[in-house]
């Protein structure tokens, strides 16, 4: 398996680790489930998700007959979402390792929520980001942007479908959503083969894919960081840096 920054330089596991917890996003190629799940092994533990084949992993192919789960389990499109992202503790890591391709199109969309933060903190509407709120039947509204009580570390949910809206909750907050709603419109798109993908921080980067033909198939795994790990600081979020060097690019 090889580990990548987004522009192509190779890392050992020590540096993707860091790579991933620093910048919120490392690549993948030639690798196998086994393999990714090995190096997530000795640093995270599987989350849990309904639909898992095992602990942390679940198929994402086509099914014949929809169970309700949206548009997940079809061909079609799926706009930029977090995963989980109703949850009060969404996974902190989500991986998508692509074991069959699609006849046509499919192409993995991924944007870096630290850009909102930062055009928000650049334009003085981050003061409005508590209004600004994911609102889920039968679940607690949560803050589409969050940060600490420091506000050294934030983090990024957000999902538009039937699981959950954003919402300005005042009129201030309106020209914050807007800001968010126009950056969805120019992700990265990527192309993956067999045996590539990616493994990004959940709370930091959004994911979607566009509609394609065929029976696509891709193994996604759901991790949280250990306590005991030296990047668990990434369970409560990410932190604003400067550097943007070897970012991914649209």
Not at 13 to 37: D, K, M, S
Not at 105 to 128: F, K, Q
Not at 201 to 220: D, S, W
Request: net charge positive; proline share 6%; hydrophobic share 35%.
């Amino acid at each position: 398996m090889r580990l990548l920054t987004p522009m192509g330089r190779q890392l050992t596991a020590v540096e993707a680790r860091r790579w991933l917890a620093v910048h919120g996003i490392v690549l993948v190629a030639e690798a196998t489930v086994a393999e990714l799940t090995s190096f997530l092994g000795d640093w995270t533990v599987p989350y849990s998700h309904p639909h898992e084949s095992s602990p942390g992993i679940t198929v994402i192919q086509p099914l014949a007959v929809s169970d309700g789960n949206g548009n997940g389990f079809t061909r079609r499109s799926l706009p930029l979402h977090t995963d989980r992202a109703h949850s009060p503790a969404p996974p902190t890591i989500v991986g998508c390792l692509y074991t069959q391709p699609s006849s046509k199109g499919g192409e993995s969309l991924l944007l870096d929520g630290a850009e909102i933060v930062r055009a928000a903190e650049r334009s003085t509407l981050v003061s409005e980001a508590r209004h600004v709120v994911l609102r889920s039947r039968g679940r607690p509204w949560l803050p589409v942007i969050s940060s600490s009580t420091d506000s050294k570390r934030y983090r990024i949910r957000y999902r538009s479908d039937q699981m959950a809206q954003p919402h300005a909750a005042t009129v201030g907050a309106q020209p914050l959503l807007t800001m968010m709603q126009g950056a969805l419109t120019t992700p990265a798109v990527h192309l993956f083969e067999e045996g590539q993908g990616y493994l990004i921080h959940n709370q930091r980067f959004l994911h979607g894919r566009r509609t394609f033909t065929g029976n696509r198939e891709a193994i996604r795994i759901m991790a949280v960081v250990m306590g005991s790990s030296a990047h668990s600081h990434m369970n409560t979020g990410f932190e604003l840096t400067n550097d943007r060097s070897d970012q991914l690019q649209g």
